[in-house]
Nanobody, 115 residues
């Protein structure tokens, strides 16, 4: 399974970006999909995840600003990021998990928020 992320970029504080991640190489629905991020000098941290049934989980720092969604038939996950802050600057990694196969990681996409 390969995960292809896109949508990162440079935005001013208060702006918005939408990340997308599409899975290929499987015909099975990926059970859990989501996003992690890693800022320079920091550990990778969870941003948001969503299960195939629609349940979501968000980091406290992004609740109310970020929205995760997915299209199961496409094994695609989206992250709508609003009211971006400089502290949201990081490399964002797409994540997938299937109970039968384990974890998958996509390549990172850089998000930079200028003050």
């Amino acid at each position: 399974v390969q995960l292809q992320a896109s949508g990162g970029g440079l935005v001013q504080a208060g702006g918005s970006l939408r990340l997308s991640c599409a899975a290929s190489g499987t015909t099975f629905t990926i059970d859990d999909m989501g996003w992690y991020r890693q800022a320079p000098g920091k550990q990778r941290e969870l941003v948001a995840t969503i299960i195939s049934g629609g349940g979501t989980n968000y980091a406290g720092s992004v609740k109310g600003r970020f929205t995760i969604s997915r299209v199961n038939v496409k094994n695609t996950v989206y992250l709508q990021m609003n009211s971006l802050k400089p502290e949201d600057t990081a490399i964002y990694y797409c994540y997938g998990f299937r109970y039968d196969d384990g974890n998958y990681w996509g390549q990172g996409t850089q998000v930079t928020v200028s003050s």
